[in-house]
């Protein structure tokens, strides 16, 4: 990047007569010359190459600039220097800083519109430091800066930047632009110039361009001859702008010459002076009468406003009183209904537990009534086999009687081991039937336990089931409102808003409605977003109407947008007034709680008054902790005009009532959408995974309930198989047992079985009927707990349908009451303002009287008879006006004659000097067009010269690979064209640049840059992508 030594592409027939005329070089200077001046041949490189003193570029430095955080220090050389890297590196970077560094503007450098674009993402500022050679005779204050200038520039991250230019040293001698522009003008550098810097950019716009008005205006640009024509301009304007100024000058001296002539005919002007001066003196006394008169005619009107205005208070105080008298009826109404509702609620209260009772009482004895129902049987079961028992018990007795003379010995021992092989298969068998009765039991139980938990488990199901469609519910709504915030609060309320404000562009709204009442607010702390829903719940819905007339209308949009069985927002019909109620005297206060009213930021009172009637916010306190709601609210006396407060959590605190919230999280107030969707999501998510679990659970429980109840089936059908051979095995021992041999035949010990049989039939009998007796009782005290326990329902239900009306009417009760305490406020406010605009209109009237007695003081003064007067005091005051001012023209014309000559000769002087300015401007324009035109024509000459050398170069360069080109300037039309024969001699003809290979083009794009640099003086050149123009 050092400054390269000028070249002389000269012919060499015109470089051998320059040398001849030079007599006074020796023989060894000539040779240098000549040797410095020889044209290049092709495959040589005899161009002589210095070092410069001043103004090339020592080093650079960059620190967060674009996307590198660090580069750098780069020591160029003196001469050519190189910069190469992998794309990314910085090159680019490099050469941009450069012109940043040194004052360019970041538009110069075709990276960026704006100084902060250049500052490395995620830093706060980027710095560049480049330093320039100061040495030699051109060096520029060596005393101050010693053998080189450092430029340090500071980019903010805002865009702006300051500068610190140093010296050798390192020491500060300057923070000033204007020190870095004389810097640059001393050295020549002009970091606009392609010439001198040339960025990627500029070279496709100038040098691949193929317009040839392009190339034109590079060329203009190289050489400043843009800049000679641009002030050229200027003067033309500026030359323009006087001829203006010349023009009005003439129009001002008609203007001066007039002023003169009039001053001139005053002193021919003289009047009667002591006629008018008469008349103003009778104009003087009607006027200070008429005065008088305005004041009583004011005095009067005010008194009848005033009389009026004390009738119209008496009707107001009237209205007032009966508005009183209706809210306090309202009042005790609703105090009677709310006691009502108390009472129902208590009693509702009272009977819960009683019922809770009852229901225990009847599984008590519902269990007592089975389990006695289940000794019953079994004695009913264990008599009859007992008499069964009795009844074959006496046919063996008979058989046996028949059979006691036989001899039957051997049949009777094998009998014996047949009983006892069938003893222990009996035995085996009632062993098998008490363990499968054991295993049934328990499955039974097993299968009854989870028949229950299936049961809960569908109940939490379906719980579930419900409470996930209102969350995807919500959550639909929830990312409708991300298009339209409004979708919230309805899916309408968008197309109800558009309906609205047409129908308010034709004319059918008085005053254009308000709503929904939640987009109208916003939370000055977003934790009290649930409990302000809680208390507010319809109304951030609703809509607010001035008049019953808007309310029809709007009725009318909301029929035809929403769904004939959909629920409609709340219509608030209202007066407008543009201030909001002073509820200083009725508004609740706590030191460390807002109340609802505070907590909201309401720019439209329409919104903040419906509130305060509908809802009474101003009463309402916001308590965040429920154990600090229930301190103040209920431990202690609640603060004035305090009736309830809310918890964060939505809970609902009166003085002696505690309504807690079903709702966890806020829907409509909540600030962040985002947010509130991914919990929403979260929570869907939970919920279909808790749904899963139970569904997995309910299938598991199913299939062991098809196991069990399988299992209970098989073992019931083995059992039943068992029974049958335990019956069997029992009927062919009792008839083995039947075949007893006479010899052993103890018919006596049959009987004594016989007896003991009935008697144990007979104890049987007695607690049989025992246990018949305590099971009527048990059945009867079962059917008493029953019908109490329905009778507690019935009760209960009956209580719940009985509050269900006093609610309602409750709901009612309170909407009148604040209705007609709507009223009152209503009246009560314009009774204050009628009082106030009375009292003002007193003090008014009193201050009036006041000034009319000085009127009528000062009239007398200045004309001690009344006067009728029939003009009014704007009329006298004009025709006085208009006397005294003809009165003192007259007077000024005829009386000071000196000051009437004093007047002519400043206009004079006036009117000569503006025409010496103009006479002197004129010669000025004269002037200036004679230099402009000289100035021009040596514009012209320049411009030839600068186009013949830049030819001349040109053909010099082309010659070094025998080319041969011809550059065509067209000033007129601001083109320039370039041709080029490639080859020796007309071998072949010359072409447009178009049409030669890449590397032809290539050459003479470089011989084109070349060129320029011969007629361009610049300290060093600058090119980014050096092989884009190889």
Known sequence: ???????????????????????????????????????????????????????????????????????????????????????????????????????G??????????????????????????????????????????DSITVQQHISLEGNRSYKLKGQTGNLVSTKKEELTAILDHFNIQVDNPVSILTQEMSKQFLQSKNEGDKYKFFMKATQLEQMKEDYSYIMDTKARTRDQIEQGEERLLELRRQCLEKEERFQSIADLSVMKKKLEDLKHEMAWALVGEYEKEIQEMRNQVSAGEDRTVRLMQKVEDWRARVGVADRKFKAIQDNL?????????????????????????????????????????????????????????????????????????????????????????????????????????????????????????????????????????????????????????????????????????????????????LRDPELALAIECCLKGLIFAFCC?????????????????????????????????????????????????????????????????????RRIETVLLIKSSPLARAVMQLQKPPKNCNEAFTAEGDQVFERRYYSSERTRPR???????????????????????????????????????????????????????????KKILLEIKDLENEEENQSVDISTLEEEDEEIKKQMKKVEEEMKVRKEELDSLRKQRSEAEQTYEEFKLKIHQVSELAEPVKEELNQAYAEVDTQKRSLRHYEE????????????KDELSQTEKEHQEKSALARKICPERIEVKKSPSVLDREITRLRQKI??????????????????????????????????????????????????????????????????????????????????DHKNETLAITVQPGEGSQAAFSDMRSLSGGERSFSTVCFILSLWSIAESPFRCLDEFDVYM
């Open 1 to 103: 990047m050092a400054k390269r030594k000028e070249e002389n592409f000269l012919p060499m027939g015109m470089q051998k007569k320059q040398r001849q005329e030079q007599d006074n070089v020796s023989e060894e200077e000539s040779e240098e010359e000549e040797e410095s001046l020889m044209p290049l041949s092709p495959g040589t490189a005899s161009t002589q190459v210095i070092s410069a003193e001043v103004g090339i570029i020592e080093s650079i430095q960059l620190k967060n600039f674009m996307c590198h955080a660090m580069l750098g220090p780069f020591k160029f050389g003196s001469n050519v220097n190189f910069v190469v890297g992998n794309n990314g590196s910085g090159k680019s970077a490099v050469l941009t800083a450069l012109i940043v560094g040194l004052g």
């Open 105 to 146: 503007k970041a538009l110069a450098t075709n990276r960026g519109s704006s100084l902060k674009g250049f500052v490395k993402d995620g830093q706060s500022s980027a710095d560049i430091s480049i330093t320039l050679r100061n040495r030699g005779e051109d060096a520029f204050k060596p005393r101050v800066y010693g």
């Open 342 to 522: 108390e009472k129902i609620s208590e009693e509702a209260i009272e009977l819960e537990p009683k019922c809770i009772q009852a229901k225990e009482d009847l599984i008590h004895k519902k269990k007592a009534y089975n389990d006695a129902e289940v000794l019953y049987i079994r004695c009913r079961n264990e008599f009859r086999g007992l008499e069964k028992d009795g009844e074959q018990l006496r046919n063996r007795i008979e058989e046996l009687k028949r059979s006691a003379n036989q001899s039957l010995e051997p049949a009777r021992q094998e009998r014996q081991k047949k009983i006892a092989s069938l003893n222990e298969k009996l035995k085996s068998y009632e062993d098998q039937e008490d363990f499968l009765g054991q295993e049934m039991e328990r499955f039974r139980q097993t299968i009854e336990k989870d028949k229950e938990e299936r049961s809960r488990i569908k109940q939490e199901e379906s719980d579930v089931v419900q409470t996930l469609n209102t969350k995807r519910r919500h959550l639909h709504q929830l990312k409708e409102t991300r298009t339209n915030r409004l979708k919230q609060f309805g899916s309408q309320v968008p197309a109800l808003l558009e309906a609205i404000e047409d129908a308010y562009r034709k004319g059918q709204f008085t005053r254009k409605p308000v709503g929904p009442l939640g987009a109208c607010i916003r």
């Open 546 to 614: 001035h008049n019953y007339k808007d309310e029809r209308v709007l009725q009318g949009l909301m029929k035809k947008l929403y769904p004939p069985n959909a629920s409609r927002p709340q219509i608030i019909v209202s007066e407008f007034r543009n201030e909001v109620y002073d509820v200083s005297r009725r508004a609740a206060y706590h030191p460390e709680f807002p109340t609802v009213l505070t907590a909201l930021e309401i720019d439209n009172a329409v919104v903040a008054n419906s509130l305060i009637d509908m």
């Open 668 to 726: 409509y107030l909540t600030g962040d959408v985002e947010k509130e969707i991914s919990h929403l999501e979260k929570e869907v998510e939970n919920k279909v995974a808790q749904l899963n679990v139970f569904q997995q659970h309910v299938s598991s429980l199913e299939s062991d309930l098809r196991k069990n109840q399988e299992l209970v089936s098989n073992h019931h059908r083995h059992l039943k198989e068992l029974k049958i051979k335990i």
């Open 830 to 841: 314009k009774l204050r303002q009628h009082t106030d605009t009375l009292t003002a209109k």
């Open 888 to 969: 003192q023209s007259e007077s000024n014309s005829h009386g000071d004659r000196e000051e009437i000559i004093r007047q002519y000769k400043e206009a004079k002087e006036t009117y000569q000097d503006l025409d010496g300015k103009v006479k002197s401007l004129k010669r000025f324009i004269k002037l200036l067009d004679e230099i402009m035109t000289q100035r021009y024509k040596t514009y012209q000459q320049f411009r030839r010269c600068l186009t013949l050398r830049c030819k001349l170069y040109f053909d010099n360069l082309l010659s070094q690979r025998a080319y041969s080109g011809k550059m065509l300037f």
